[in-house]
DNA sequence: GTTTTATCTGAACGTATGTTCAGTTACCGT
DNA sequence: ACGGTAACTGAACATACGTTCAGATAAAAC
């Protein structure tokens, strides 16, 4: 089952996955056959179950492991000691992080309706965890007297949509680069929850 | 063809148009059959083709038709002659409009890529318009020296991402009434163009 | 060099798809 | 009452779907 040098196999699971990332994001789960999965990979469409129990099993895998990496691309951040610099931070890391995986964003936001119940209740509860590190930096903005916010839960979910906003429109080699796009995003969002 | 009384048909095909928006909003568009639009309207597949060319047509009807009103909405306000009242204007109207349409809104902005070519770009058309009105009103601020608005392109894609994120995760019954919500969103929104 | 094991093919399974259409039904104007 | 016509059915068309699996292939293990 496992094996210790490199063969063929260790390669083609990722591959398939990568696959399947650039075809729902770009056709839509239901849209997109296992046969054209296979197709881009090289392989018959049979040859997929191998590494996949079934396709609901790969999107699932999609969408979590885009998730994880996000959490864990936050615990790796050491959080300023001021509410400020802290989302400012946040809002840099949000745009340079989804700017960088528009496919995975994407997914993870339209195909939520294809998941069993369980396993979206799964992909939900890891996206409040990102949220809710959003909310504590207004609630300790909004403690330290720096922050003015009627409430942070509204005002975390609409940071959030607007700073994802910018996948929707921002194309590579456009009017602006992305840091200046983070930093007038910056500006919007420290005008937002100013005092 | 056409009726003078109001006969069965009259009422057919808006009914067969609810149900895809219904379905498509919550399943997508790829995953609806036109046996299960037919069902929920009470008649086998092939009558539906006595009221729309194919599936297509019937997507791009939905995205169209939802559009051309809100782009009617827009048109039927008398603006204020000052930014900030235009504004405040804006930003209740969106939120109100999505609001009550939460289908046709999902759709318009998900099933973008099951369009042809061509009708995308009548699509896109339509949302550039409505988006041109609120740059327009960010424009006349900046003139008027009542907002500091970095880049007025920018800061409409982050406003109308910011707005329509309401529909995600306001839901009726809730902490918060849909006013309440409205004057969070004018909150933040005045302070994130402010001087 | 032979056995073992992981990997892939190619065909098949049952079911579903969008769309067409000859034939039936039900209602309209007269 | 009756002819005309709009609306609908039910079956059929060709094609595609996700998934399974016996058998072929290739690579690793000894």
């Not at 195909?111 to 069993?116: A, F, K, M």
């Given at each position: 089952m496992a094996r210790t040098q490199g063969s063929h196999s260790d390669i083609t699971g990722p591959r398939i996955r990568e696959a399947a990332l650039r075809l729902f994001a770009r056709q839509g789960y239901a849209a997109v056959s296992m046969r054209q999965i296979a197709a881009e990979v090289g392989?018959?469409?049979?040859?997929?179950y191998n590494y996949i129990p079934d396709k609901q099993s790969l999107l699932f895998g999609l969408m979590k492991g885009h998730l994880d990496e996000l959490l864990a691309a936050r615990a790796a951040v050491v959080p300023a000691d001021n509410a400020v610099d802290r989302l400012e931070e946040f809002t840099r890391f949000h745009i340079r992080f989804h700017h960088d995986r528009p496919d995975a964003v994407f997914i993870a936001y339209m195909?939520?309706?294809?998941?069993?119940p369980e396993n979206f209740a799964r992909i939900e509860s890891l996206r409040r965890q990102y949220e809710n590190e959003l909310e504590d930096i207004l609630r300790q903005g909004v403690t330290e007297g720096v922050f003015d916010v009627p409430d942070t839960k509204v005002a975390t979910m609409a940071l959030i949509a607007m700073l994802t906003g910018v996948n929707t429109w921002f194309r590579e080699g456009?009017?602006?680069s992305l840091p200046e796009v983070e930093t007038i995003y910056w500006t919007m969002v420290r005008k937002s929850v100013a005092r």
């Open positions: 392989v018959q469409a049979g040859a997929l195909e939520l309706r294809n998941l069993t456009g009017r602006l």
